[in-house]
């Protein structure tokens, strides 16, 4: 079974139960190319398992004519391996928690194009009367042009001081606005769906102080800036998004090939990029975006996104990253590298720790979960206990989600001791299994597991003063109060001063526990779990 226009006629799609395109593509690619309205940047794998299935069942629905045109600015070599060969169908497959696997080909994408090979292209597209969205998921460091006293990166200087060679896909977007500002300022939606808080704003920011410097230096009209600025010709929406599309899973490959299906094949660009015919991910989604589009939309609201104003998204993000979802996560990384664990999904065969992150999220997060009101919290701990951390085709790790933990920790835990602070609550010390979490990390931080072997830790750019605590450490060896109090009183690490609220010395006092030797991290959980404090 060959992924080709052509290659959809084979009679073993079907015999296979593989979901086949319901509508004509062809028409729908003409249409697309006469009139686009749905413009996308950023050719990785959550666009062709998230966005593209949505475009694709609108399209099934009737509910749109047109299909996506995607560009590819990074890594130009993606659409030549992972879009071209295959006529720019793709296969998604949703890898389902029961171990069972849907597989639908994806044919909503009417063109991809390299955007230094398409240039003039991608201009027309963007000037287009008809385009009502531009969306892009391009990765957090793609907004980065700036650092944190506002001075241009080094390698975005040039972006700063010319429009005509923009480095930075930001440069790039500010560019193709300025281009839709000189043909009649028409309206346009900017529409990140990046998985990073508040990020419409960072995208206006970026996009905006590039062209402040364009303007400044007369390469732009002084009403550029009014364009972008009023909300009524160009939005800059907030959104959440979230879905886990890990690497093609070498289980999925393989049974696509004793199915008789070509193109599931990894191949690697030279940016290192992983691409296939085939990407996997999560059943689980969710997209809530803004619903600030001044030349209007598709109605996404018909395949599952919700819209909202701009409070509604802000609550929902801080309900999954401070509550529902991404503590869970960290607690299942810090324990897991303690525990020698190398596959969330086989954490959540361990009864320790799912009691673990019932009790962060049903027992000391939920009370003081910010409530998103479209969606409920306890129904989404639910999905992620029970069908996504334990989800076996996903292959995430606990050494990648210990990344950058040291950043992770004051957003995912400590504006939940915020909420109760603010609630009026000075004394946390009822709190349990989160500062547990704490002590967890400290011992994460020796670099010694429950077994009492050296373990490496995972990149995070504040390890070398958080070891340098721990120099020396030594199980069965008390460590100095005094490097305790240093770390568990820092509230940059941990939202609050963690002694000011009752919770640095029962911080301190599990890591001692947790310390004492080999296997004491496991007993230290079962008897907390089991309620003998």
């Known amino acids: 079974m060959k992924l080709t226009l052509e290659g959809l006629k084979d009679p073993s799609y079907e015999q296979q139960g593989y979901l086949l395109p319901r509508f004509d593509i062809e028409a729908m690619r003409t249409r697309t190319t ?152 028409k309206p346009i939606a900017m529409v990140s769906l990046d998985n990073c808080s508040h990020n419409g704003t960072i995208l206006q920011s970026s996009i905006q102080a590039i062209a402040a410097a364009w303007v400044k230096k007369g390469l732009a009209e002084p009403g550029f800036l009014d364009y972008l600025t009023h909300g009524n010709r160009v939005s800059f929406t907030w959104s959440m998004i979230d879905k886990i599309t890990p690497r093609p899973s070498e289980e999925v490959m393989a049974l696509l090939r004793l199915e008789g299906f070509e193109g599931a094949e990894v191949v690697v660009t030279g940016k290192n990029t992983y691409v296939s015919g085939m990407v996997n991910a999560e059943e689980c989604e969710y997209l809530v975006i803004e619903d600030n589009f001044p030349n209007g939309r598709p109605p996404l609201e018909k395949v599952g996104v919700i819209f909202g104003n701009r409070d509604t998204v802000d609550r929902v ?29 086989d954490e959540m065969k361990d009864a320790a720790l799912v009691g673990l992150v019932r009790q962060i999220g049903y027992g000391e997060g939920l009370p003081v979960v910010v409530d998103p009101k479209i969606m409920d919290a306890r129904q989404f701990i639910d999905e992620v206990v029970e069908k996504r951390l334990p989800n076996p085709f996903v292959p995430d790790t606990p050494q990648r989600i210990a990344c950058d933990t040291s950043k992770k ?36 931080l020796t670099g010694v597991n429950d077994e009492g072997e050296s373990f490496t830790l995972s990149p995070d750019p504040n390890l070398p003063v958080l070891t340098s605590l721990f120099a020396g450490f030594a199980l069965g ?19 609050v001063d963690l002694y000011r609220y009752g919770l640095g010395k029962k911080a301190e006092d599990m890591f001692a526990e947790m310390s004492r030797g080999v296997g004491c991290i496991r007993t230290v959980l079962e008897r907390y779990l089991q309620g003998d404090k």
């Not at 993000?317 to 990384?333: F, G, I, Q, R, S």
């Not at 060896?477 to 939202?495: I, V, Y």
């Open 34 to 185: 006469e009139a686009p309205t749905w413009l996308h940047f950023g050719a990785g794998n959550i666009l062709r398992a998230f966005p593209c299935v949505l475009a694709q069942k609108l399209l099934e629905q009737g509910a749109v004519d047109t299909g996506m045109i995607v560009v590819e600015s990074y890594d130009e070599e993606i659409i030549d391996k992972a879009f071209a060969p295959f006529d720019n169908l793709c296969l998604a497959v949703s890898l389902k928690s029961d171990g069972t696997v849907e597989k639908r080909v994806v044919a909503s994408v009417a063109q991809a194009l390299g955007y230094h090979t398409h240039t003039a292209r991608v201009e027309e597209i963007f000037t287009a009367d008809s385009l009502q969205m531009v969306s892009m998921t391009i990765t957090e460091k793609g907004y980065s042009v700036m650092d944190a006293q506002g001075i241009p990166h080094p390698a975005f200087a040039g972006d700063f001081e010319s429009m005509d060679a923009p480095v930075s896909i930001m440069a790039l977007l500010t560019r193709l606005l300025y281009l839709r500002y000189q043909n009649g300022a």
């Open 409 to 444: 920790i004051p957003v995912r835990f400590g504006e939940t001791l915020k909420a109760y602070i603010d609630r009026g609550q000075e004394d946390l010390s009822f709190l349990t299994f989160i500062p547990l979490v704490f002590a967890g990390y400290a011992r994460y």
């Open 317 to 345: 993000e801080k309900m999954k990253v401070c509550t529902c979802l991404n503590p869970l996560h960290t607690a299942l990384a810090i324990f897991g590298c303690l525990l020698g664990y190398t596959k969330i999904s």
């Open 477 to 495: 060896t008390p460590t100095d109060p005094a490097k305790l109090h240093a770390l568990f009183s820092r509230e940059d690490l941990f939202g």
